[in-house]
């Protein structure tokens, strides 16, 4: 059993930066491997961060970018996206996701917060 709530999101101007937190309520947090998604409206849920339930291994959809870092304080039960130099394609509602397994498809997790707003202007 596991509830997740997001928070930090907010309206930002371009160029700024956001630390996104994920509280988990579960039994074994440290069990779960947790991912970030986003979605904009009219837009599939997309994938954007990942973190093995060790902690040790990270993923993002691009190996380019540097723009996002997923971490985890499991002593905290909490899950981080850190966001740096936004810019207004990263607009949407941003998800925490947890799972048995790391992935990067909606379908290898099993529970879902609620989502927080990030928007960013121009």
């Known amino acids: 059993q596991v509830q997740l709530v997001e928070s930090g999101g907010g309206l930002v101007q371009a160029g700024d930066s956001l630390r996104l937190s994920c509280a988990a309520s579960a039994r074994a947090f440290t069990s779960y491997a947790m991912a970030w998604f986003r979605q904009a409206p009219g837009k599939e849920r997309d994938f954007v961060a990942a973190i093995t339930w060790r902690g040790r291994d990270t993923f993002y959809p691009s190996s380019g970018k540097g723009r996002f870092t997923i971490s985890r304080d499991n002593a905290k039960n909490t899950v981080y996206l850190q966001m740096n130099s936004l810019k207004p394609e990263d607009t949407a509602v941003y998800y925490c996701?947890?799972?048995?397994?790391?992935?990067?498809?909606?379908?290898?997790?099993?529970?879902w917060g609620q989502g927080t707003q990030v928007t960013v202007s121009s």
């Open positions: 996701a947890a799972g048995n397994s790391v992935g990067t498809t909606t379908s290898s997790y099993n529970y």
